[in-house]
């Protein structure tokens, strides 16, 4: 248990939404042109974000495509820089590339603008700009820049000596004693001003970048437990960062409707799952009742949306014993009081959502063409992606869900979607929420482009087939759980892949 809470403090840093998975992958349209835009944010703040838009039918139909960083709290008119060209990258006609400048952090939208023979369209596409570090200087330039620096004092030292000591001299005059004296002293002062100037200076830049890295991005600490109230289990996480008890706390927005979308792991074997719905009870503390999950260790993933469209992923460890799952379904006895054991604090029993799932099993793994697995209905989850997954190789995870007749399941929305997808590596340093609209927050584009919310994720695809675009960061084992809805009921489906450098 140890080594897990360890793993998990150590993913705190990784990135503002989700875990370990920076980039951001977005597929809808931009008016009549389906657009896949693929942004990776830069790790330091001002930086270069690098932005990929793939344009079926690009080199055809398309005249002019042009990306625009636009930050959630720029007014209307004139609050963002004017829209900066994309360019066709040589040998694949559909894709164009661009690079922005992302100057302070925080939420942004960008604006993928498509013109061509079908009109003109927009996409936006919702980034959560953060610091996650600061560039240490090399340690070689460093100790040039020193001895340049020292060359260049000593120097000036010498230009304040030798013009104090020889500046009003005549052409074939001699330096004299009182003169020489008089340029060592200018040297000494000039040497004293040079080096407190230099003092003061270093000491500035050490404000500075203490300054600046107090701005690199952290998650919000929180506390999950496993508790009870005399009506069964409860998953209770509650908000510890001091930030957020403070003058940080920001309101939340929903997403997909949900204040917070919460996901269960266990660990380590990755046999059992769930998405939850937790609700607060306060400003700093949310409830939902613990999923139908045999007791062990569990990762929880708490999704959630700022106001401003800020979205970021917190995350805990849950460590539950049957012990605790009993004692849950009844208050403490008298008895247990007098022994000491402490007993939970009492609080209304949250009610269960509908749109919560569970799923408990082995994932079915992913060899070849043909890895399927049961839903709960008797229909079966079918994989239909690439046989072979390689890092930061931008794919389109694709699923077939046919009912008990073979035929293609008649899918509903869950949530506003036609699916969800959960996905993370087996020791927990990866973990993202997808859509067919890609690993964009949908409460992210309510706020900062209410207008496109509708579209993201639009377009034709076959029945009862799901797919959502992503690429692995990392190389390892892989478990992806796929949830479609049919009938009124959530039915979840796991799949293991492997992933190569």
């Not at 008016?31 to 080199?59: F, H, K, M, N, Q």
């Not at 040998?91 to 661009?98: K, R, T, V």
């Not at 403490?332 to 919560?356: C, F, T």
Request: charged share 20%.
């Amino acid at each position: 248990m140890r080594r897990v809470l360890l793993l998990v403090a150590g993913l705190y840093l990784a990135t503002a939404g989700h875990v370990g998975s920076k980039n951001v992958f977005f597929a809808g349209d931009a008016g009549p042109y389906p657009v896949s835009v693929v942004v990776r944010p830069p790790d330091v703040v001002p930086g270069l974000a690098e932005i990929s838009v793939r344009i079926p039918g690009g080199a055809s139909e398309v005249e002019r495509v042009t990306v625009r960083p636009v930050r959630w709290d720029a007014a209307p008119e004139g609050g963002a820089p004017p829209a900066d060209p994309a360019v066709p990258v040589p040998g694949d006609p559909e894709l164009y590339s661009a690079e922005l400048w992302l100057m302070t952090v925080g939420a942004y939208r960008i604006e993928v603008t498509v013109e061509g023979s079908r009109g003109a369209g927009t996409a936006s596409v919702p980034v959560t700009s953060v610091m996650l570090g600061v560039l240490d200087m090399p340690p070689v330039l460093g100790g040039v820049l020193l001895l340049l620096g020292g060359l260049l004092l000593a120097g000036a030292v010498t230009i304040v000596g030798a013009a104090v000591r020889e500046s009003r001299l005549g052409p074939d005059d001699a330096v004299q004693t009182t003169q020489r004296r008089w340029g060592r002293f200018a040297m000494t002062c000039a040497a004293a001003l040079l080096l407190t100037g230099a003092y003061w200076g270093n000491a500035w830049w050490d404000a500075v970048d203490r300054d600046v890295r107090g701005g690199i991005f952290e998650r919000l600490a929180v506390e999950g437990v496993v508790t009870g109230d005399g009506g069964g289990p409860v998953l209770e996480v509650r908000i510890t960062d001091p930030s957020w008890l403070g003058r940080n706390w920001s309101p939340l927005v929903p997403d997909h409707g949900k204040l917070m979308h919460m996901f269960v792991v266990g660990a380590p074997d990755m046999d059992a799952f769930a998405h939850v719905h937790p609700v607060p009870v306060d400003s700093a503390t949310f409830r939902v009742p613990w999923p139908d999950l045999p007791p062990g260790d569990y990762r929880i993933y708490g999704d959630i949306v700022h106001e401003s469209g800020f979205a970021q992923t917190v995350v805990d460890t849950v460590m539950v014993d049957a012990g605790a799952l009993v004692r849950a379904e009844a208050l403490v006895s008298p008895e247990a009081l007098a022994e000491g054991e402490s007993v939970p604090l009492p609080g209304a029993m949250p009610e269960s959502d509908p749109d919560d799932s569970s799923w408990r099993g082995a994932a079915a793994e992913v060899s070849g063409p043909s890895a399927s697995t049961l839903l709960a209905d008797g229909s079966t989850l079918f994989w239909l992606g690439a046989e072979e997954l390689r890092v930061d190789e931008e794919v389109v995870l694709s699923f077939a869900v046919r009912d008990p007749a073979g035929e293609p399941a008649v899918l509903e929305p869950y949530m506003g979607m036609i699916s969800h997808a959960a996905l993370t590596r087996d020791d927990g340093s990866v973990f993202v929420h997808l859509h067919p609209a890609g690993t964009i927050s949908m409460g992210s584009l309510s706020v900062l482009a209410p207008q496109m919310e509708s579209m993201a994720g639009a377009g034709e695809r076959d029945p009862g087939t799901v797919e959502f675009p992503y690429a692995f960061p990392q190389p390892g084992d892989y478990t992806i759980w796929v949830q479609v809805k049919q009938a009124g009921e959530v039915l979840t489906g796991a799949f293991q892949v492997r992933v190569t450098e």
